[in-house]
């Protein structure tokens, strides 16, 4: 498994959210520190979602607009970061939803020239491809699950679902997923 | 007696670091004599190792500087929505001027001021929601299924708005070509005024619309799919 991504704990959170409210200087740090904090992950996870390296930059950018406008506003029903990944998913499956339908994924993949990084990188394309083509609900299972750094217990308070439901979910995503690859 | 898909969830669990010792036992001992969940053992970790090179290699090469600066610019939108606004209203009293006899353009153009002021009002309104909109219930309880509300809400909304936009245009246009007034020229005011709304039409036609219906098809809403 990969090193795990930035993230940001309740005290942080509690701390960026007392700089938002205070205003002024300390607002325009908090912002910063929440952008610095969690810009790689959401760009993961919009990624995943949108399938496109243009439209994640776009929903990552809808996304740090839709805070610096609601965030001094924000209850704290749920975990800062929760309430952020929620917004997230929107903006993604907005942003998808922008591209007109047939345009094409991003198609360069990591890897080098060699016969070995060509197969690997046919085999990243194609699971890309068969990502592209699930449902979003399915598709925004896998994608949470593949940001480094959540929980379970933390996607489940994104999707507003029961923790044991996230696995099932997760479960049936995962075999549409192969299903989609298989076809 | 477990079957497969409950290993299938478990070999999820041990993916994502949730299994405990007990059940890493049983999964094992599972896996030794079950091809098909070794199958899915690997199509899970293929699946999630490419996923996780894909986001990171992606992550490397963005440009946080110009990420930053678009945000930045996207904030200021709201206020280029307002002067958007300003000049409709300028656009109109245009209108109103160039349709109207000398001697009664200002007397007419101070009549029309209430409705650019609604104009303007209107306008500011919009702008507030739409910074607000990807807000909007972020944190109801099922994440997907408000969010699927809010999309089916947004089709009928942006059909009927086609719908509504047509016949204004219709009308607008007739009264352009058939309209008498002793006061005002109706060719150059209804079609002035059937311009924008001509615009508007189209922008809903051919952008705002499919792009909900996709992302209504998207979520799995049936109605996303036909008009």
Same mark, same amino acid.
């Not at chain 2, 490419?50 to 894909?54: A, E, I, K």
């Not at chain 2, 994440?143 to 699927?148: A, D, H, I, K, P």
């Given at each position: *498994?990969?090193a795990?991504?930035?993230?940001?704990?309740?005290a942080?959170?509690?701390?960026?959210l007392a700089?938002? #409210?205070?205003?002024?200087a300390?607002?325009?740090?908090a912002?910063d520190?929440l952008f /610095?904090?969690l810009?790689e992950?959401?760009?993961?996870l !919009?990624?995943h979602?949108t399938?496109r390296r243009?439209?994640?930059?776009?929903?990552? %950018?809808e996304?740090?607009?839709?805070l610096h406008?609601?965030l001094?506003?924000?209850?704290?029903?749920?975990r800062?970061?929760t309430?952020?990944?929620?917004i997230a998913?929107?903006?993604?499956?907005?942003?998808?939803a922008?591209? #007109?339908?047939?345009?094409?994924? +991003?198609?360069?993949?990591?890897?080098?020239?060699?016969?070995?990084? *060509?197969a690997?990188r046919?085999?990243?394309i194609?699971?890309? @491809?068969?990502?592209?083509r699930?449902p979003? =609900?399915?598709r925004?299972v896998l994608?949470?699950f593949?940001?480094?750094?959540?929980s379970h217990?933390?996607?489940?308070?994104?999707? =507003?679902?029961?923790e044991?439901?996230?696995w099932s979910?997760?479960?049936?995503? #995962?075999? *549409?997923?192969?299903?989609?690859?298989?076809? | 007696?477990?079957s !497969?898909?409950d290993?299938?969830?478990?070999?999820e669990k041990?993916?994502?670091?949730?299994l405990?010792?007990?059940?890493?036992? /049983?999964? +094992?001992?599972?896996?030794? =004599? !079950?091809e098909t !969940?070794?199958?899915y053992?690997?199509?899970? /970790?293929?699946?999630e190792a $490419?996923?996780?090179?894909?986001a990171?290699t992606a992550?490397?090469?963005?440009?946080?500087t110009?990420?930053e600066?678009?945000?930045?610019?996207?904030?200021y939108?709201?206020?280029?929505?307002?002067?958007a606004?300003?000049?409709?209203?300028?656009?109109?009293?245009?209108m109103?001027w160039l349709?109207?006899t000398? @001697?009664l353009?200002?007397?007419?153009?101070?009549?029309?001021l209430?409705?650019?002021?609604?104009l303007v009002?209107?306008?500011?309104?919009?702008?507030a929601?739409?910074?607000r909109?990807?807000?909007?219930?972020? +944190?109801?309880?099922?994440?997907?299924?408000?969010?699927?509300?809010?999309?089916?809400?947004?089709?009928q909304?942006?059909?009927?708005m %086609?719908?509504?936009?047509a016949?204004? $245009?219709?009308f607008?246009?007739?009264?352009?070509?058939?309209g008498?007034?002793?006061?005002?020229d109706?060719t150059?005011?209804?079609?002035?005024?059937?311009?924008? *709304? @001509?615009?508007?039409?189209f922008?809903?036609?051919t952008?705002?619309?499919?792009?909900?219906?996709?992302?209504?098809?998207?979520l799995?809403?049936?109605?996303?799919?036909g008009?």
């Open positions: *498994m990969a795990r991504l930035p993230e940001l704990s309740s942080e959170e509690a701390e960026i700089g938002v #409210r205070a205003g002024g300390a607002r325009r740090e912002s520190r /610095r904090g810009r992950p959401l760009h993961a !919009c990624m979602v399938g243009a439209d994640a930059e776009d929903a990552v %950018q996304v740090f607009v839709a406008r609601a001094p506003e924000f209850r704290g029903a749920s800062l970061t309430w952020v990944y929620r998913l929107r903006a993604a499956f907005r942003a998808r922008r591209r #007109r339908d047939g345009e094409q994924l +991003d198609p360069e993949m990591p890897g080098g020239g060699g016969e070995a990084e *060509m690997t046919d085999e990243a194609r699971a890309v @491809a068969g990502l592209a699930l979003a =609900g399915p925004a994608s949470l593949a940001v480094d750094g959540l217990r933390e996607i489940a308070d994104i999707l =507003g679902i029961p044991g439901t996230v979910r997760l479960h049936a995503a #995962r075999r *549409m997923l192969i299903q989609s690859l298989s076809a | 007696m477990a !497969c898909a290993f299938e969830i478990d070999i041990r993916i994502h670091g949730a405990d010792e007990p059940g890493r036992a /049983r999964l +094992d001992e599972h896996l030794a =004599g !079950c !969940c070794r199958a053992q690997a199509a899970a /970790r293929e699946a $490419v996923m996780s090179l894909r990171r992550a490397a090469t963005v440009d946080w110009r990420v600066r678009g945000i930045r610019a996207r904030i939108g709201s206020v280029r929505m307002l002067g606004a300003v000049v409709a209203a300028a656009y109109m009293a245009g109103v349709s109207t000398p @001697a353009r200002e007397a007419r153009l101070l009549r029309t209430p409705a650019m002021g609604i009002v209107l306008v500011a309104f919009v702008a929601y739409s910074a909109r990807l807000v909007a219930m972020a +944190d109801r309880e099922e994440m997907l299924e408000t969010y699927r509300g809010l999309v089916l809400a947004n089709v909304w942006a059909r009927r %086609q719908w509504a936009t016949a204004i $245009v219709a607008l246009l007739y009264k352009a070509l058939t008498r007034a002793a006061t005002f109706p150059v005011y209804y079609g002035g005024l059937a311009l924008p *709304m @001509a615009a508007a039409w922008y809903l036609r952008v705002k619309l499919p792009r909900v219906e996709r992302e209504a098809r998207d799995g809403i049936a109605d996303g799919a008009r």
